[in-house]
């Protein structure tokens, strides 16, 4: 079966109405996921969530998923985003890298689990192939990013920190997805779990 994000959307939105007929998809499918979940997403009761013609939403999108990797791609960026000025602005200020690490991981969880309908969207990525496909290319492009950062706070290791960086961002996006998605444990003590098995293991880099 054809992959169908690789589909090509039909428009960008570029008029400032057309923008807001955008977000009025997205907003309207959150509020779909938070209701009834991944299976309960369907572009005609996007639509109808909306208030606008089902032929406006595929003039868009050209299916559910690619709606749906929007939202993950505008979340994902707002946090990375906010997690890079943080973490720069700290850095500068010659704080210990890994208590920048820290109260960055500590801002960024919280950040997430406000986000709007973050933990419906994870569950929604867990629940289609495709798109947990998608969410493991992100996850690839992150600690891609993230290696950077580490090359230039342990210098000596330049070409050597892209697995470091692979293990950390799969550990602390499966520890934030757990945070979330599980009502056994106490969030805080999964995020404070996590962040010490992550400062230990730098330590072998020092």
Do not use: C
């Amino acid at each position: 079966m054809s992959n169908p994000l690789k589909k090509p959307q039909r428009r960008q939105p570029k008029q400032q109405r057309s923008k807001e007929t955008v977000r009025a998809i997205l907003e309207a499918t959150i509020d779909l996921l938070e209701d009834a979940g991944y299976a309960g997403v369907t572009m005609q009761k996007i639509a109808d969530r909306a208030g606008i013609n089902v032929a406006a939403v595929y003039s868009y999108f050209s299916n559910k998923y690619q709606v749906l990797a929007e939202i993950n791609e505008r979340q994902v960026e707002e946090r990375y985003n906010f997690r890079l000025e943080e973490y720069e602005h700290m850095l500068a200020r010659g704080d210990d890298w890994l208590d920048v690490f820290a109260m960055s991981m500590r801002n960024w969880a919280n950040m997430r689990m406000k986000q709007r309908g973050s933990a419906a969207l994870r569950r929604a990525m867990h629940a289609s192939p495709i798109l947990w496909e998608l969410s493991q290319q992100t996850t690839h492009e992150t600690a891609t990013r993230f290696a950077e950062r580490l090359e230039s706070t342990y210098p000596g290791n330049e070409g050597k920190m892209e697995v470091p960086a692979r293990i950390i961002t799969e550990t602390m996006t499966a520890t934030f997805d757990l945070m979330q998605l599980t009502e056994d444990h106490d969030p805080d003590q999964l995020l404070e779990g996590a962040i010490k098995m992550v400062e230990l293991y730098m330590k072998s880099f020092e």
